[in-house]
């Protein structure tokens, strides 16, 4: 215990013990010395609670101190994950915006060479048509 808790019980056994002694016979010395090394062992027990207390704290905050480290480290790590996925990203972007006016740029390309197809086949079946004609001449 911290503070005055082991104190008011360290002074009760004083003024047992006091009491004891002031009697003068050899009951009260006995119960001097037993008073006195339960006294003798209740700090010796208060101690070693308050050691541990201590290993435990510093245990603690050692944990912490690497609990804190290794945030720092996956932040960091986050960090450079986002920044190479960045370009990859802006590179796709600009690939699909090429992607999509190249596509712009082939729709009327591509309807301009329907058209074209059908007026050469509409031609080649005229010219067909005619060559028969022309023999017959």
């Known amino acids: 215990m911290e503070g005055g808790g082991g ?3 360290e002074l009760q056994m004083q003024i047992v013990c006091s009491r004891s002694a002031s009697t003068g016979d050899e009951e009260g010395a006995g119960e001097w010395d037993s008073s006195r090394s339960a006294l003798s062992l209740f700090k010796e ?3 070693e609670i308050e050691q541990k207390k201590l290993e435990v704290r510093e245990k603690v905050f050692s944990m912490l101190g690497r609990v804190e480290e290794e945030t720092k480290r996956l932040a960091f ?3 450079e994950l986002e920044v190479m996925t960045d370009p ?3 590179e796709v972007d600009t690939i699909r915006k090429r992607i999509d006016k190249v596509n712009r740029q082939l729709k009327p ?3 301009n060479c329907l058209k ?3 007026c050469c086949s509409s031609c ?3 010219y067909r048509n005619q060559l028969p004609l022309k ?3």
Do not use: D
């Open 116 to 118: 074209k197809v059908k």
């Open 109 to 111: 390309l591509g309807k």
């Open 45 to 47: 027990k208060e101690e």
């Open 77 to 79: 790590i986050r960090q």
């Open 7 to 9: 104190g008011g019980r």
């Open 88 to 90: 990859t990203r802006r």
């Open 135 to 137: 023999k017959t001449f």
């Open 124 to 126: 080649r079946l005229l």
